[in-house]
């Protein structure tokens, strides 16, 4: 009997999968399309205090193997979104986490309480967003990192995860920073800073020139992100994040040091791919003769 549950800090997952914010909707939306039953949990969208209009089109292209996108956290503001969303959270068959945005670490932190009011099981908090326009990333400096997840510890009672960028000169500091705040998971990663020009129009690919780059070309990246940090930090979940496309990425994440994984920017072509990855893991677990998938959790050998 294979077991694919695993842990994240207080929280028991039934799979390691984890649909990743911005990519399944609101998780309601999304349990139209997907088989939701294969997911640990799903993260809803980044939600801010006041409604967001986002960034201009064209906001999303493909580049390469990955995807460049520059949304701008388009949301309709908290007390519309709880308005919408909130009366469905507890009914979707699987544990919804919020993921909070805002410009101050208060916006954070009244983002979240409301947040909790609705039932999410979690929240993310999105120190990462690429796409904020004259703002700096809270996630590029420590300081403003723990500023931000402290005042989202002081204001919630459920557990919290810390959304890093692999944008940062330092992740392992930034993420022992969130930690120290009180972040009881960190997020490791969020997308990666680029852009892309059309040769013909020589306009960008994105209205908003730079945005943030995902997918496959990602997971290197998120890779050594992991690594990097769980080495500095080796008794902190991690939840590892980028280009997971194929059952072998899932367990090259967990062998870094990940408990448990996303699921993003494969969703686009394939919405109900976090089936399909759960087969590919239980197949490959089968032919290594591995029961629970938590023996993998930081197994990587040295050469
Ligand atoms: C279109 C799009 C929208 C996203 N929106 C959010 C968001 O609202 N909040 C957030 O924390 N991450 C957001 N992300 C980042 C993803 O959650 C994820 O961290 C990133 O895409 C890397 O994983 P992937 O390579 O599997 O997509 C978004 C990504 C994409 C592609």
Request: aromatic share 4%; with cysteine.
């Amino acid at each position: 009997m294979i077991d694919l549950s695993t842990a994240l800090g207080p929280l028991e997952l039934r799979t390691p999968l984890i649909g990743a914010a911005g990519t399944v909707g609101s998780v309601v939306d999304f349990s139209g399309v997907a088989d939701l039953s294969a997911y640990g949990a799903a993260v809803a969208k980044s939600v801010s205090e006041d409604p967001w209009k986002g960034r201009p089109a064209p906001r999303v292209a493909p580049s390469g193997l990955g995807m460049l996108n520059s949304i701008g956290i388009q949301n309709p503001g908290i007390d519309a979104w709880i308005e919408e969303v909130g009366p469905h959270i507890e009914k979707v068959s699987v544990p919804v986490w919020g993921s909070a945005v805002g410009k101050t670490a208060g916006e954070f932190a009244r983002v979240a309480a409301k947040l909790e009011t609705v039932g999410v099981q979690a929240i993310e908090v999105n120190l990462s967003c690429p796409n904020l326009e004259g703002q700096g990333m809270f996630a590029l400096d420590p300081g403003a990192t723990r500023e931000v997840v402290a005042n989202v510890r002081r204001a919630v009672r459920v557990p919290i995860g810390a959304k890093l960028s692999p944008n940062a000169e330092d992740i392992a500091a930034i993420g022992s920073a969130a930690v120290e705040a009180g972040a009881d998971w960190l997020v490791l990663t969020n997308t990666v800073w680029g852009a892309g020009i059309d040769v013909r129009t020589r306009r960008p690919l994105l209205s908003g020139l730079i945005g943030g780059y995902s997918g496959p070309p990602l997971k290197p990246i998120a890779l050594r992100c992991v690594l990097e940090t769980r080495r500095s930090l080796p008794d902190t979940p991690i939840v590892g994040c980028g280009g997971v496309t194929h059952g072998e990425d899932v367990i090259e994440f967990l062998l870094a040091g990940a408990s448990a994984v996303c699921v993003g920017t494969a969703h686009f072509d394939r919405p109900r791919t976090a089936s399909t990855l759960l087969r590919e893991v239980e197949s490959i677990m089968r032919e290594q003769g591995v029961t629970s998938l938590r023996d993998y959790i930081g197994k990587v050998e040295p050469w």
